[in-house]
């Protein structure tokens, strides 16, 4: 089973074996939080996330993405990411 969540997140739902919690932060907006397992190593998930091939696979939001350096360390790298409008927040940009 998953761990209670302590703090000011209120269960919404599970779905699909993830429990996702939401808080309401005011003028800031609402933040949204998924907790479960995933059945694969630390190494096979953290591979998925810094591959920028495969984000768009999994992340709807990702307008464009571009490596702009590399470093030795594969977990290092610099790149320029744009992310789509979302209802009334303008698309975004981070470097």
């Known amino acids: 089973m998953f ?42 998930v953290s591979e998925i996330l810094l591959d920028i091939d495969q984000r768009k696979e999994f992340d709807d939001m990702l307008d464009e993405i571009e490596v702009l350096s590399e470093y030795r360390d594969f977990m290092s790298f610099e790149i320029y990411i744009t992310f789509k409008r979302i209802l009334i927040v303008s698309p975004r940009d981070f470097c």
């Open 3 to 44: 761990k209670e969540i302590d703090g000011p997140y209120n269960r919404l739902k599970t779905q699909k074996d993830i429990q996702i919690f939401t808080r309401d932060n005011g003028k800031n907006g609402q933040s949204v939080m998924g907790v479960g397992n995933i059945p694969a190593s630390i190494d096979t």
